[in-house]
Nanobody, 126 residues
Framework: QVQLVESGGGLVQAGGSLGLSCAAS????????MGWFRQAPGKEREFVAV???????YYADSVKGRFTISGDNAKNTVHLQMNSLKPEDTAVYYC????????????????????WGQGTQVTVSS
């Protein structure tokens, strides 16, 4: 059974930094796509970042230049380093594992992903 466990959320002031981690277990993920999504109160879940097969990375425009996604295939983990945080980054952040090779337009869709974590809260105060 595949399990994804996020950690690292919390409360931070605007301009600060947080790092999120996601540990995946239950199968090998070296050829999968691992991504982060977020859902703010009253809003739909949205794509944040993804690291795909071959370690290609893609980001939503809203976080580009501030967030960095990285992966460790040996440990089946993915990290999201978030810098220069803004109040609008406040949301529940979800880790997800998806299929293998695709295109950007695939990675931003929730339907690309087969497994999801339980989410971790990130709150950025102004």
């Amino acid at each position: 059974q595949v399990q994804l466990v996020e950690s690292g959320g919390g409360l931070v002031q605007a301009g600060g930094s947080l790092g999120l981690s996601c540990a995946a277990s239950g199968r090998a993920f070296s050829s999968s796509t691992m991504g982060w999504f977020r859902q703010a109160p009253g809003k739909e879940r949205e794509f944040v970042a993804v690291i795909s097969w071959g370690d290609r990375t893609y980001y939503a425009d809203s976080v580009k230049g501030r967030f960095t996604i990285s992966g460790d295939n040996a440990k089946n983990t993915v990290h999201l380093q978030m810098n220069s945080l803004k109040p609008e980054d406040t949301a529940v952040y979800y880790c997800a594992v998806g299929r293998g090779y695709g295109l950007y337009r695939d990675y931003v869709r929730e339907t690309w992903y087969d497994y999801w974590g339980q989410g971790t809260q990130v709150t950025v105060s102004s």
